[in-house]
């Protein structure tokens, strides 16, 4: 008995991932999550799943912060990351980030289970294009991501406010919270990222942000 894990906000989506899925696999159990949080609990509830399938742009996961978060509470469950965006760079950073593979939303039906077969299997997918030319190794992005990771969600979510150029009022009046939490969450990003001002933290936040997520297509 297979368990898959299917973390999108998109409900067809999941949908033709179900469809691919239980075509090719006789005896699957899969579950499905729409955001972080429900995807963290699920997990928490289920420790037999055999892969998770995370999209990158699903409610909570801020870009890369939900495959980092992922990692860090669930570091030997295997994760193949899914996503409307195919780039080199992004693939290499999920990569580096220890996602055992990269699935783009344009994937057929045979293919998903191949790439699927092939990660249960311990091996590492990626799509054909990408396959041959290997992925380098990024000590620097990694260590980055360790200190991303000592992040709580919320201050994940300060982090990218500050990114965008809001002040501590207006973060707080998005989030709902007093100013002086903000600034709390502020002192606690400078101390666990090892810096001292909100151009550090911008250039940070930066690195793990991706592009707009394109619109999601059918298998």
Not at 55 to 66: A, C, K, N, R, V
Not at 102 to 121: C, D, R, Y
Not at 150 to 160: D, E, G, I, W
Request: net charge negative; with cysteine.
């Amino acid at each position: 008995m297979i368990t898959l894990l299917v973390a999108d906000d998109h409900p067809l989506y999941r949908d033709a991932l179900r469809g691919a899925l239980t075509m090719s696999f006789s005896e699957l159990t899969l579950l499905e999550a729409a955001d972080l949080m429900q995807t963290v609990a699920l997990l928490e509830q289920h420790n037999d799943v055999d892969l998770l399938l995370l999209d990158l742009h699903m409610p909570g996961s801020g870009d890369l912060f939900g495959l980092i978060h992922i990692r860090k509470l669930f570091p030997d469950l295997p994760v193949a990351v899914v996503s409307g965006l195919e780039d080199a760079a992004i693939i290499t950073k999920v990569i580096n980030l220890g996602a055992l593979g990269f699935v783009p939303k344009t994937t057929g039906a045979a293919q998903i289970a191949h790439a699927v077969t092939s990660m249960l299997e311990g091996d590492i997918w990626l799509p054909e294009s990408y396959a041959g030319d290997g992925v380098e190794l990024d000590n620097e992005f990694a260590e980055l991501a360790d200190k991303i990771a000592s992040l709580t969600p919320a201050q994940y979510k300060v982090l990218c406010y500050m990114r965008d150029g809001l002040l501590n009022k207006q973060i707080a009046y998005n989030l709902d919270i007093a100013t002086a939490t903000v600034k709390a969450h502020v002192t606690a990003i400078f101390k666990k990222l090892h810096i001292n001002n909100r151009t550090q933290a911008v250039l940070i936040a930066s690195q793990l942000q991706l592009e707009p997520p394109a619109a999601t297509p059918s298998i």
